[in-house]
């Protein structure tokens, strides 16, 4: 399969360990795991030409393989910690999956399944950023509430005293702060070119894909409550 002439390689990461969350990746929310929301996506997409889980995680591995993710291979254990990189978790697993398919792939997605609130359009729109755009590189991003801006941001000193981030705005008015955005994590999408060859996702030429609803992307166990909460809401919504 292709999506508008180019071949698309899914990737979705999910490694054993995490700090908030015990076996975050194989957490359940609206009854499915972590894993299998994000395996529900690729499914829908049948533009995708692969698929591929990145884990070093035995029971994460059998997870998505359960829901029809191929798992081709185990992610090394030094791309498997706290300090390892998304660019070169997302190399080794893009390079893995071109020698086990016996291909090369034009373009890859990662979908990362601490955002399971994404929708196949989410991924569809990622794409047309980069292909139908001309880009190198796409991301999904979130507008940033006002109150969380750099000009009301505060810092706490050594003594517990507060202070302005900024203090040139330090009266900044909500109606006066400019746009700002933060990565959800719903897709990223980049060339083969920009991340195997140059190591790159959003520092070259990356779009932004704008979501304007509300999605969460799960670190701490109150995003799991919260994360539960949008999608009953999206269902009582969705009744005739």
């Known amino acids: 399969m292709a999506f508008d002439g180019f071949s698309v390689l899914a990737v979705v990461p999910a490694r054993g360990g995490s700090k908030g969350i015990h076996r975050k990746n194989l957490c359940r929310v609206a009854g499915r795991t972590l894993i299998a929301h994000a395996a529900s996506v690729i499914a829908a997409l049948p533009e995708l030409a692969a698929a591929v889980l990145s884990s070093d995680d ?6 998505a393989e359960r829901c029809g993710l ?4 185990v992610r090394p254990a030094e791309l498997s910690d706290d300090t390892s990189s998304s660019v070169d978790m ?3 697993a893009w390079l893995a999956a071109e020698t086990h398919y016996a291909t090369t792939f034009d373009i890859s997605i990662l979908l990362e399944p601490t955002s399971p609130m994404r929708t196949p359009d989410d991924v ?7 292909i139908r ?5 796409a991301a999904t991003v979130s507008p940033t509430p006002a109150h969380h801006a750099p000009q009301k941001t505060l810092t ?4 517990g005293t507060l202070g302005y981030f900024d203090p040139a705005n330090r009266t900044a008015r909500r109606q006066d702060i400019p746009p700002y955005f933060h990565r ?3 897709c990223y999408a980049v060339r083969r070119a920009t991340l195997v060859e140059r190591g790159s996702i959003l520092d070259e030429d ?6 304007e609803r509300p999605v969460v992307n799960i670190d701490e166990p109150f995003d799991l409550d919260l994360a539960e909460f949008l999608f009953a809401r999206e269902q009582r919504t969705a009744r005739p």
């Open 156 to 159: 706490v000193d050594g003594s």
């Open 206 to 211: 990356c779009a932004a894909v704008v979501v």
């Open 58 to 63: 035995a029971e994460i591995i059998a997870e």
């Open 90 to 92: 997302w190399r080794h």
């Open 184 to 186: 959800n994590g719903l």
């Open 70 to 73: 191929p798992a081709p291979f």
């Open 124 to 130: 569809r729109r990622t794409l047309d950023a980069v």
């Open 133 to 137: 755009g001309g880009r190198a590189a």
